[in-house]
């Protein structure tokens, strides 16, 4: 289906998405419309590893640093999906991760550090990765023994987690770390009038196909694969990473709360952090990134 700039989008056929991915995501849910599809996972009881939440409408869809993100009813594809790894070792790469997923289903999508999709400089995708309490969700069987401390939910990138006070002892003796949820907001319908940015695009303004059921399992199997690789460490995953990444020899300007940074980027660590000038920093450092004009 070509691009459909402007009009209405077939439904979401969850069937179809439900088979196609059968073997991929323990659970696929469907809501017409929600505020948050992160905050409905991070806050869902009795939820599985591998739970995958869609929705038509967002209308409190957030970003980094509690930006807001919202769009017309079905002019994006929306989802988050809930995953409890068994570490959190690992925290600063699942957004660059969940990214290229997307640039795997885009095609001539490239990324911005850390995870904005961009086509020729306008922004496609936003993600959001958020981690916190396990709570009531469970790997594979929901006889899981917790205990009772809390911890406030935290910005993914920034999470320092203290991993005593999130894992859980499941009946087998294995802890589960802390819940993860990452969620995607891409742009498919939106004309130039309804996007919420300048530089911003859609799958239609980009003559694109449009149809968000094909969308929807493209991405997901894509990401259960970026998500495979993330919990392996396969050191292709930062491979594939750096050869998608336009922030790559760019001179940028690096804000942050203690100051602005101008310099080149070097390069992207395996840990996910960004090397500007010699000096590396991580996502939850850094307040905007942006070209030297």
């Avoid at 993100?69 to 994006?76: D, F, K, L, M």
């Avoid at 101008?262 to 990134?289: C, K, P």
Wanted: with cysteine; hydrophobic share 40%.
């Amino acid at each position: 289906m070509a691009g459909n700039l402007g009009g209405m989008t077939a439904p979401l056929d969850i069937e179809r998405i439900r088979t196609a991915l059968a073997d991929d995501f323990a659970v696929i849910d469907y809501v017409e419309q929600t505020g948050s599809t992160n905050t409905d996972l991070m806050q869902a009881e009795n939820v599985a590893d591998g739970t995958v939440l869609l929705a038509n409408e967002q209308v409190s869809g957030k970003g980094r640093l509690g930006r807001t993100w919202v769009s017309p009813a079905g002019s994006q594809l929306i989802l988050s999906v809930l995953i409890l790894p068994e570490t959190l070792e690992y925290l600063g790469t699942l957004p660059l991760a969940s990214g290229l997923a997307v640039t795997d289903t885009v095609e001539g999508s490239v990324l911005k550090w850390p995870n904005d999709v961009h086509i020729d400089g306008n922004k496609l995708c936003g993600i959001l990765a958020e981690a916190g309490p396990v709570g009531a969700a469970f790997k594979s069987a929901p006889k899981t023994e917790f205990n009772k401390a809390e911890v406030n939910k935290a910005e993914f990138n920034k999470a320092e987690v203290n991993k005593a006070e999130v894992a859980p002892k499941t009946e087998a003796g294995a802890t589960l770390s802390a819940r993860v949820v990452v969620g995607m907001g891409l742009n498919v319908t939106l004309t130039r009038e309804q996007l919420p940015i300048e530089k911003a695009t859609s799958l239609a303004l980009e003559g694109r196909d449009t149809d968000r059921t094909e969308l929807a399992i493209a991405l997901l199997k894509n990401l259960r694969r970026r998500i495979t690789q993330w919990e392996n460490q396969d050191p292709q995953l930062m491979a594939d990473y750096r050869k998608v990444c336009s922030t790559i020899g760019q001179e940028v300007r690096l804000e942050a709360p203690t100051g602005d940074v101008v310099g080149v980027v070097e390069g992207i660590a395996d840990d996910g952090r960004i090397n500007v000038g010699g000096e590396y920093y991580s996502a939850g450092d850094v307040t905007h990134l942006r070209p030297v004009q």
